[in-house]
């Protein structure tokens, strides 16, 4: 094992063929989209977009703009929630062209196997392509072994999938990369993080490295990179300790970290992500989908800790969790909607949304031992809905967005009134043994402010989204003051204050609050090690240094 | 009393979408269910067995489909039937609505039944034609579009509210009889945990070609007597045209105009 690595020189690139956008008319009228993300709430502008269609041509732009000194922001999907994404000046950089499959590999050792792909592959897209098994456009992309896996996953019986489910399937790889996105299968799978074998990664003076993981890992705290002309420069990993939740909050630390480790989850301040080869996993034969109600929130609290315990007779695939008022929610959009759900009655207070996997061997153990713990919580198997077969779990899905799609809706309403009201959603998730409490924290502050507001979410990872609803200027204020006590609160209790979303431009205070002015300067470090002239991404993270 | 559904597995037509050079359905991927129609089939037959059920009261389910079609066999135990029969075999492949219905009506003769409860059409063919088949060969009689249905007292009699275009009638007879469900007939439960697991134990009878004892000629694409030629989405029609003058003056004035212009007055 070794702490050090050579990066490799670019290739001559032909930038003629580049699409590059770069009349300010055609880019603020005809790609305003692109000056902009899912947060809606920085005003983009750029001097040039740049559609990079290979490796070579995003090396030859970044060695180029770092030649010239040119900030650059590296885009995705833009489906992202922190403004990350949304340059402000300088040259961005979409990976947009960058979207095929590339090919397929197996690993005897871990009877696993990889699908490669360019950073500009829709996940949606991956996700259909590996289920269905349609993979046409691979076929004699790789080579002989690659071949060889993807004539053997061909023929596989079983179907297989990428198990990281994040809600916005119209994200990029690159982009889920980059962010380290997670789903309510996270509760199982992991992040993204877990499932990431390799990446190449164009850095910011044009470099290249190829990280496979279990090839470079940190001795000490020090990574050591030479770069292609053979300086060599030291990276000192933070000494900050990461929350024990899952996290998307700053860059991962550990003293013996894997080097890729380091880049997953940067939202793109270290390098541009060109290549991600993930994992996957064969779909169950069996799953079973449900909704469990319970009479009071402490029931289904109670529920939650007791079957993700260690003797739990069921290991779950994903808990998610509706609250009180978001009841109400989903009563009126499905009686709208002719949806009728029997089961969810007028003493229904709170509903655990699980899944797991059986086979008819041992689903009786299971769902008897699930009863009593049902039983326990004054729920029951009887009174639950449950579903065998994946359009049921798709039918519940849809439920599921009745809360998000009614919380957009007042939001909308009331900003005709009042424009500065926007949703102010929470991010934090804390450590198991805090679920409880942090959870009764958000009841207790915001019922005392009679502030409006939804509770829902992954609660198998105690990451619960928060969703403030205000009706008024002055209460969007005491929202954003909410939000910093909560993420405090997160904080002390040994959580994170971002677990899904990211820092961006968006949350840099929070990420503060979390690893103190030291573990910022820190970041920053790696951060000036890798991209000395402070280019990339500028302002993600962590703030711009006063001499860059 | 004994009550036989005949169910279908269908896919979820609200996602499928139509090949638009060939004018065919595109099922790749699009998830499988049970028929609505005969979800309601299913949830009226438990209902009944529910309300009027001595302990020989049975519902059992029965498709004729390919292997996968199981899913909705089990899907119905879940909800509450008590047993299914499973009609699969390459033989029965291809079949149109009569061969479908004598296919399953030959398997039906062979069981007791006081009442047949068909969903109204499947959603993927909306023919309308196999359960009214089935009462014709069965020779019983057949009440369609039923969204209201009572079992007399004593067993004997069924009244139902039969849909019309006009509104609805009521119709009364005895058992045995077909009905076909139609919307809001009832509103169908959700599956819940504990029936599924009593779902997977309980009785589901195979049944082949050999089996059913009919003769291969009779059965599937070859004992068919209609056959599809062509499949192809209707033409599009040209949308209307639609007044709305401020007011109704204004709006006759505006109708005129266009009658005129089209040589009608
Ligand atoms: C409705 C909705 C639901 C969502 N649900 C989830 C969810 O369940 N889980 C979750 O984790 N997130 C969720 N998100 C947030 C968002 O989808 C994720 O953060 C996603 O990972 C962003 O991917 P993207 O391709 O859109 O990246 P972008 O928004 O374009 O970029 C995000 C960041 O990644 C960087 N980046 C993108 N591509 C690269 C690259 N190739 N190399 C280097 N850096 C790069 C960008 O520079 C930027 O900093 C949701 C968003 C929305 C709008």
């Known amino acids: 094992m070794t702490n050090k690595i050579k990066a490799l020189a670019p290739d001559e690139a032909d930038l003629s063929d580049m699409k590059v956008v770069e009349y300010q008319a055609d880019i603020t009228e005809t790609y305003a989209l692109y000056l902009d993300d899912e947060s809606h709430s920085f005003e983009g502008e750029t001097e040039k977009i740049v559609f990079p269609a290979n490796e070579a041509q995003v090396a030859a732009v970044l060695k180029d703009a770092y030649e010239r000194e040119i900030p650059v922001t590296i885009q995705g999907a833009r489906t992202g929630l922190t403004g990350a994404a949304v340059p402000l000046g300088g040259l961005t950089v979409n990976l947009e062209r960058m979207n095929n499959l590339l090919h397929m590999q197996y690993y005897e050792d871990e009877n696993l196997y990889t699908i490669t792909t360019e950073a500009g592959v829709l996940l949606e897209d991956l996700v259909n392509a590996v289920q269905s ?291 102010i959603g929470t991010d934090m998730a804390v450590p198991d043994e805090s679920l409880r409490d942090y959870l009764k924290y958000y009841r207790t502050v915001l019922d005392g402010q009679g502030m409006e507001y939804v509770i829902f979410g992954h609660i198998g990872n105690n990451h619960l989204h928060c969703n403030m609803i205000p009706r008024n200027d002055e209460e969007v204020d005491q929202g954003m003051d909410n939000y910093m006590t909560f993420a405090k609160k997160a904080v002390e209790l040994g959580g994170t204050v971002a677990a899904e979303h990211g820092i961006g431009k968006l949350k840099r205070d929070f990420l503060k609050i979390m690893y103190g002015e030291k573990g910022i300067e820190q970041m920053q470090a790696v951060k000036r090690a890798l991209d000395p002239k402070w280019l990339l991404n500028r302002g993600n993270v962590v703030p711009v240094p006063a001499d860059r | 009393m004994k009550i036989i559904v005949p169910v279908k597995q269908v896919p979820e037509v609200a996602e499928v979408k139509v090949n638009p050079e060939t004018g065919t359905l595109i099922r790749d991927g699009v998830p499988s269910i049970l028929n609505p129609f005969d979800e309601l089939a299913v949830e009226e037959a438990i209902r009944i067995k529910e309300a009027h059920g001595g302990d020989d009261s049975e519902v059992t389910v029965i498709t004729m489909g390919p292997p996968q079609a199981v899913d909705v066999l089990y899907k119905a135990m879940a909800m509450g039937a008590d047993k299914a029969v499973h009609m699969t075999d390459r033989i029965f492949a291809g079949a149109d609505t009569w061969v479908t219905a004598l296919t399953l009506a030959e398997q039906i003769r062979k069981m007791e039944f006081d009442l047949i409860i068909c969903g109204k059409q499947a959603i993927d063919g909306d023919t309308a034609q196999v359960g009214p088949e089935i009462a014709e060969i069965l020779r019983i009689p057949q009440i369609c579009y039923v969204r209201k249905v009572e079992i007399s007292e004593d067993g004997k009699f069924v009244t139902a509210h039969r849909e019309t275009d006009e509104g609805y009638e009521v119709v009364k007879a005895k058992l045995p009889v077909l009905l076909t469900a139609t919307k809001g007939l009832n509103e169908p439960r959700l599956p819940n945990i504990m029936g599924i697991m009593k779902a997977k134990k309980k009785p589901l009878e195979v049944v082949d070609a050999e089996k059913l004892g009919v003769s291969e000629d009779r059965l599937g694409l070859k004992g068919s007597p209609t056959t599809v030629r062509k499949v192809f989405p209707p033409e599009q029609r040209a949308g209307g045209i639609k007044i709305d003058g401020e007011n109704p003056k204004e709006a006759a004035r505006q109708l005129v105009e266009f009658l005129a212009k089209k040589g009608v007055i």
């Open chain 1, 133 to 423: 098994k349609r993979l046409d456009m691979i076929k004699g992309q790789g080579g002989p072994d690659e071949e060889k896996a993807l004539e053997r996953f061909l023929n596989e019986k079983k179907a297989y999938t990428f198990p990281v489910d994040p809600t916005e399937t119209s994200a990029w790889i690159g982009g889920i990369t980059a962010c380290n996105a997670s789903g309510a299968r996270t509760f199982k799978y992991g992040a993204t993080r877990e499932w990431v074998k390799r990446i190449r990664v164009v850095l910011a003076n044009g470099d290249i490295l190829d990280i496979r993981r279990g090839q470079c890992n940190a001795d000490n705290g020090v990574f050591e990179i030479e770069h292609s002309d053979g300086e060599k420069v030291t990276v000192n990993i933070p000494t900050y300790v990461m929350p024990r939740t899952k996290n998307a909050a700053g860059l991962y630390a550990k003293p013996d970290m894997d080097l890729i480790d380091l880049f997953i989850g940067s939202e793109g301040i270290l390098g541009a992500i060109t290549l991600v080869e993930l994992g996957l996993v064969p779909l169950p034969e069996n799953i079973m989908p449900v909704k469990a109600f319970f009479p009071s929130e402490d029931d289904a609290v109670g529920f939650v800790y007791d079957i993700r315990s260690s003797d739990s007779p069921v290991k779950m695939d994903f808990l998610e969790y509706y609250g009180p008022n978001a009841i109400e929610m989903i009563k009126e959009k499905a009686s709208s909607a002719g949806i009728k759900i029997p089961a969810l009655s007028d003493q229904t207070k709170a509903i655990v949304f699980f899944e797991f996997e059986y086979t008819d061997a041992d689903m009786e153990d299971k769902i008897m031992g699930l009863e009593t713990v049902l039983n326990k919580h004054n729920s029951s198997s009887e009174s639950s809905w449950a579903g065998m077969e994946r359009s049921e779990l798709e039918k519940m899905k849809i439920v599921r967005h009745f809360v998000p799609e009614t919380v957009n809706g007042l939001i909308a309403q009331r900003k005709a009134q009042f424009p500065k009201v926007h949703k």
